[in-house]
């Protein structure tokens, strides 16, 4: 199984996106506080449609916590900081996928702890970022493909 992290996110929308895509993939979702809302909140409610019991999701409360869940995991770590590509990496079927906040992305210091594991989405110097759900669909497809999507066939 796959598994996307979303570090403090804070549009509802861009992670209820998220679990319909982690329902169709069977990806586990998890999300670190703070959150910008309240996970039942109806924005995030009606962008994850009907696919809340699809999906597994859990909740930390600090992306400490997540790790020290899962020592032995491989990590990536999406930024437009890094000078690998996404589809440069060799993806396990139980990596996890790591995204930060709309606004200003993964922490300076998360950046730095896991400098060996940071990984861009190719684009044009002038734009900022994609939107986060697009992100994560762009991201979690290449791993999957790697696997021959058999989680999925």
Do not use: W
Request: charged fraction near 25%; proline fraction near 3%.
């Amino acid at each position: 199984m796959m598994h996307i992290v979303l570090v403090e996110p804070e549009i509802p929308q861009n992670t209820g996106n998220i679990v319909r895509t982690c329902a169709a993939t069977g990806a586990m979702l998890h999300l670190i506080k703070p959150l910008g809302f309240s996970i039942a909140d109806k924005d995030f409610k009606r962008a994850g449609l009907d696919y809340f019991d699809k999906a597994q999701l859990a909740v930390y409360d600090s992306f400490e916590e997540l790790q020290n869940k899962y020592k032995t995991a491989q990590f990536y770590f999406a930024t437009t900081k890094a000078d690998k590509h996404y589809g440069d990496v060799s993806y396990n079927e139980e990596c996890f996928l790591v995204f930060g906040k709309e606004t200003k992305g993964l922490s300076k210091e998360i950046l730095t702890a896991n400098s060996e594991s940071l990984i861009r989405i190719p684009m044009r110097d002038s734009i900022r970022c994609l939107n986060l759900s697009n992100s994560v669909a762009i991201v979690l497809y290449e791993a999957l493909r790697q696997q021959n999507f058999k989680e999925l066939l």
